[in-house]
Each structure stands twice: as C-alpha cells, then as structure tokens.
C-alpha cells in the first residue's frame, strides 16, 4: 500500500507548492510580527480603548451600506426616506438605531482613547506622530458625525448647516471659501445635501481608513508604551488575591435584588416597553425582563467573584437606566417622581463607587508580563466586541433614533441646538461671542494638536512638575462643565 499512496502523497505536495507561490508570503515571518508580545498593562480594559472605535467605525460602515440602499440624497426625497426607513422597512428602525448609536459610541471612545494617551503620557518622544494622526481621527470622526446628522434634513439638521456654515464664514483667512464649498454656493440648498452625502459615504470612510491603517502601522514600528504598576497581594503560591471588600460584596448583593426585581417583572409585567412608536406585546416585554434579569444575575455572581467584567456589565445597565429615568422625569412620564428620584441617586452612587474601587478586582492585577497578541488579547477584543454589540442593541430598543419635522427654509426653529459633541462650542459660542469663540476653538485645535511639543516646552521650563496633567485635568472639567451646562439649557 505505501508505494501506491506515494506518488499522490508526492501531487499534493507539489500542488500545495503551486499554490503557495502563487502567494509567496513567509507566513512564519507574518506569525512573528503580528503576533509580538503585548505588554501586560493592556489586560486593564480602560487601557485598551484603542481597538474599541475601529470596531464601531466597521459596525458603522456595516448599518451605513444598509441604510443607503434606501437613503436618497435629495431635498425633495431625503427626509421621506428617512421616514420609510423608521418607519415602513422591516428593521429599517433598528438598524438606523444602532447606526446612531455606533456613531455617538464612537465620538466617546475616542476621546477618552486620547484621555488615556494624554494622562499617560504616551504621546512623548517618538510617538508624536502618532498623535497627531490621532487628532487627525478624532477630527474626522466629528466631522462624520455632523455629516451624518446632517443627512436626515429635518428642521434641526437644516438649521445646524446654516448655523455651522456661518459661523465657518467668520474663521480668518480661509473661512468664506471654506463655507462656500460647504454650502455648494451662496446658501443652503441642493448641492449642500449632496455635499454632506459625499463627504460621509465617501470622502471620510476612506480619509479614517487610512488613518487607521497609518495608526496601527506607527504602533507597530514604536510598539504600545511600556506602563509598571504597584504590585499586587500575593498568598503563599504567588497567586493574586482578590480583594473582597465589604463595600464589593455590598455592590454584588445589591445587583442580585435588581435582578432578582427584572425577574418579578417578568413574572407581573404590570406594563410593556416602548419601542419606536409601538408597545410591545406583553409576551416580548416580558422576554426583555427575563433577559435582564439574567443578565444582572451574571454580573452579580461575577462582582461577587472578584472580577471585572461583572462590573462593566452593571456599570453599562446603571447608566442606561439613568439615562431613561432622567428622560421619564423630564417628560412627566414618571408614575411615581420620588421613587425614580431615590432608584436614579442609588444607581448613581453605585456607578460612582465602582470606578472608584476597580482596583479591587481581579483583572489586570497579575504581573505585569507580556503576554500574546493571539490568542490572549484577541480574546479580550472579543469580549469588548461583544459587550458593545449588547449595549449597542439596548440603546437601540430604549432609545431608538427619532426624526422630527422636515426642514423648511421658511420657518426657524425656537431652539436650535447641535449635537452634544458640539456643546462645548455651542456653550463658547453664546458666552465669548461669535468672532472669539471661532479664533479660540481653532487656536485650540492647533494647540492639540501641537501638544507634544508643548509638552516637551513645559518639561525643559519645570521639569517632573507634570504641568501637562493639571492643564489636562482643568480642560476636560471645563469641557465636561460646558457640555453639561449647555445640555441642561
């Protein structure tokens, strides 16, 4: 039998042969380089936020295409497909819902990305270019954001062209032509719509693509910057210990009785979630209660463990019930305002607490060893991804993309307001004025942009000092008090 099965031994071989130099790529080497050891500060989530916008940019472009095989960049149509999409193609809703959702997920986690790359330090020598690309992403990710918005072509996104393009006008130098080619002429009209659709499908996917492809390549020359942390509680077998404090063990017993409530609803269900326009039926309402309580009972068992990941599953549910307890209290929708109140400070000083004493979990509290790109941290990204796909999916059904009135030149709007990642401009604008809020946004988009340099300055005038750290601090809190300021107007 073995002199027979030679020579077909012998023809796959050769085949295999043929068919590797048709791709004629050392893939040991390819291993080698894409498999290089990540340095062990990376298993702390917050310091991997890096991969977590590149997943939402491909969620995006995903809903994006879906959405343009029905979208119609035209003034007489756009908002009539919009509208078919809410409301008449099966699942047009949702997908539109997490379009949106991805794009705000998105803007958040790059900033607090360049959050962490700024109070670490890593933008220092030599990975100053890599910055500035960073900022060349974050730019381009607000950008889309406003070209997206603006696509919809309802009163508000009508209105934000008008507001934005005119205040482009009064930047020096640059800005009349720079608001011209915005507009597509003199004013806002059919060549702006298109312009805007231009630019999100087209212009910008592949301006951050490429940006991405440069990011990830300069990382890969200069590597992830090296972070040592304090050692963690050892026992007799050099193991970590999990640091179970009453106030964790507090936490985890307060999540199971939430959970253990969502399963009391599922079973009494005295009322069904809204969503889009309709309610549920009461069968599906109830499927969402028991889901959230199983949900809640996982993470309570993970809290209870020591681990993190329970933590970030509660962290996620906390905040989105307070957003829909804030939005039940502004619309007088609250049955009962002083149990929502004392729910809303509980699950607040919960969120709170939490962040506060994530150092007494166990994740990320081993040595600080490098540890393997595949399959270790590709595991980790995985996890992400999937945490977003379940956020992503509950904004969608809680607070699912709404459309307002179609927009009419004729008629201005009482308010006009942008979209959050605008407010702090918004806030600038009404309290310098127009002509000083427009130089200074733009001075400090240089001065961002620039920081690495300026970084160094400081260090060589006041060395260890850390005088970028408080300048960072007080320009995330004024960023922070403006964005709030300007929601609550």
């Known amino acids: 039998m073995a002199p027979d099965s030679t020579p077909s031994v012998t023809h796959t071989k050769s085949a295999r042969g043929r068919l590797w130099q048709m791709l004629p790529v050392d893939w040991g080497r390819v291993q080698d380089v894409t498999n290089e050891p990540v340095p062990g500060h990376i298993k702390r989530w917050w310091f991997a936020l890096g991969g977590t916008p590149a997943y939402l940019f491909f969620i995006q472009l995903t809903t994006g295409i879906l959405l343009s095989f029905y979208y119609e960049p035209s003034v007489d149509h756009a908002y009539e497909s919009v509208n078919a999409i809410t409301t008449a193609i099966p699942f047009g809703w949702f997908i539109r819902s997490i379009h ?10 790059v900033i607090l990305h360049m959050c962490r790359v700024y109070f670490s330090c890593a933008f220092r020598h030599p990975r100053q270019i890599n910055w500035v690309v960073g900022c060349c992403l974050l730019g381009c ?23 934005a393009t005119e205040l482009t006008a009064t930047a020096p130098i640059v800005g009349d032509a720079l608001a011209t080619f915005m507009r597509g002429g003199e004013s806002v009209g059919p060549n702006t719509l298109t312009r805007m659709f231009v630019l999100h499908v087209g212009v910008l996917p592949v ?36 640091r179970k404090t009453p106030g964790v063990q507090l936490l985890a017993l307060l999540v199971a009785i939430v959970a253990l409530g969502c399963l009391y ?133 809680v607070f699912p993309a709404h459309l307002g009135e179609k927009a009419n030149p004729l008629v201005t709007p009482e308010h006009i307001k942008p979209e959050w990642y605008f407010f702090f401009q918004f806030r600038m604008l009404k309290i310098l004025g ?44 004024t960023f922070l008090v403006f964005t709030v300021w300007e929601a609550m107007v």
Do not use: C
């Open 141 to 163: 990710t607000l950008v889309m954001g406003f070209t997206g918005y603006s696509l919809v072509y309802e009163q508000l996104s009508y209105w934000g062209i008008t507001v």
């Open 207 to 242: 301006a951050i693509i490429i940006l991405i492809g440069l990011h990830v390549a300069v990382l890969r020359i200069h590597g992830v910057s090296e972070l040592s942390f304090r050692a963690p509680l050892l026992d007799e077998e050099h193991r970590p210990l999990a």
């Open 100 to 109: 949106k959702w991805a794009a705000n997920l998105m803007i958040i986690t």
């Open 434 to 477: 127009l002509n000083t809020a427009v130089i200074l946004t733009g001075l400090l988009g240089v001065l961002l942009v620039a920081w690495p340099w300026v970084d160094a300055l400081l260090e060589k005038l006041a060395p260890k000092k850390d005088i970028g750290v408080y300048v960072g601090i007080l320009a995330f809190v």
């Open 265 to 397: 609803m599922a079973v009494r269900n005295p009322f069904a979630i809204k969503a889009i326009a309709h309610e549920l039926t009461l069968e599906s309402s109830r499927v969402v209660w028991i889901m959230m309580g199983t949900i809640l009972a996982t993470a309570a068992v993970l809290i209870h463990r020591g681990h993190l990941y329970g933590l970030m599953i509660w962290l996620v549910v906390a905040i989105l019930a307070l957003g829909k307890l804030v939005f039940d209290l502004a619309d007088h929708e609250a049955a009962r305002p002083t149990l929502w109140l004392v729910a809303s400070v509980v699950l607040a000083i919960t969120v709170i607490y939490g962040v506060a004493r994530q150092d007494r979990f166990t994740e990320g509290k081993t040595e600080d060893k490098p540890f393997s790109f595949f399959p270790d941290h590709i595991v980790t990204e995985l996890m992400i991804g999937t945490l977003l796909l379940f956020l992503l999916t509950l904004l969608s059904l």
